[in-house]
């Protein structure tokens, strides 16, 4: 069983930068792809970027590409999304996930999720 909490969500201006964390635990993290996803309000959850944690490859939505990073600390079992240059449409609740491989929709944990507001 993996456990997943999420932190670092907030209200920030457009333009800055925001980085969100995810701990995980429990289970064998190693054996997981490790994902992003985004639901805002009256939208359906949308993924945001992966990360595999054996070999760093990495898939970023479209609408990310260029100004958000995922990355991984094995030691500290720590997944990140580092968000640049947020826009009011970024505004969403930002879930952590583990699939057990790449997928745009399914994913076997989720985190409880962090907020993240962005104002114009």
Not at 6 to 34: F, H, K, P, R, W
Not at 44 to 57: H, K, L, M, P
Not at 63 to 76: E, L
Not at 87 to 94: I, L, N
């Amino acid at each position: 069983q993996v456990q997943l909490v999420e932190s670092g969500g907030g209200l920030v201006q457009a333009g800055d930068s925001l980085v969100l964390s995810c701990a995980a635990s429990g289970g064998t993290i190693s054996n997981y792809v490790m994902a992003w996803f985004r639901q805002a309000p009256g939208k359906e959850r949308d993924i945001v970027a992966t990360i595999n944690w054996t070999t760093s490859s990495t898939y970023y939505a479209d609408s990310v590409k260029g100004r958000f990073t995922i990355s991984r600390d094995n030691a500290k079992n720590q997944v990140y999304l580092r968000m640049n240059d947020l826009k009011p449409e970024d505004t969403a609740v930002y879930y952590c996930a583990a699939q057990p491989r790449m997928s745009t929709r399914q994913a076997d944990y989720w985190g409880q999720g962090t907020q993240v507001t962005v104002s114009s």
